[in-house]
């Protein structure tokens, strides 16, 4: 599926580029919350990887892993989103 692909190469970008940025940040705050964020893409990339792998193959084989993608998609996804609040939030509180 087309909009599987798109968003694959998306996130992966995202991915990319967010890893790249933080070599440019000195502030350890702001390092922290770009690698949040990327953190986000790369669990959006192994979970829509793993959809896509199923789509394409529809085995058991290919269940399992889509099922083992999701997982470790969610959980980067899920623990990348409270850094992300996290440290947004003291952010917010350093430039206050």
Known sequence: MPLFI???????????YFKVRILNVKDPLFMRFTNAKAR?????????FGM?????YQTKLALFVCIVFLALGIAQIIYGYKLY????????????
Request: charged fraction near 15%; aromatic fraction near 18%.
């Open 6 to 16: 798109v968003i694959i190469v998306v996130s992966f970008v995202l991915y990319i």
């Open 40 to 48: 986000i893409a790369l669990g959006l990339f192994i979970s829509t």
């Open 52 to 56: 896509n792998q199923y789509y394409f």
């Open 85 to 96: 609040k996290h440290y947004r939030e003291e952010i917010l509180k350093v430039n206050d």
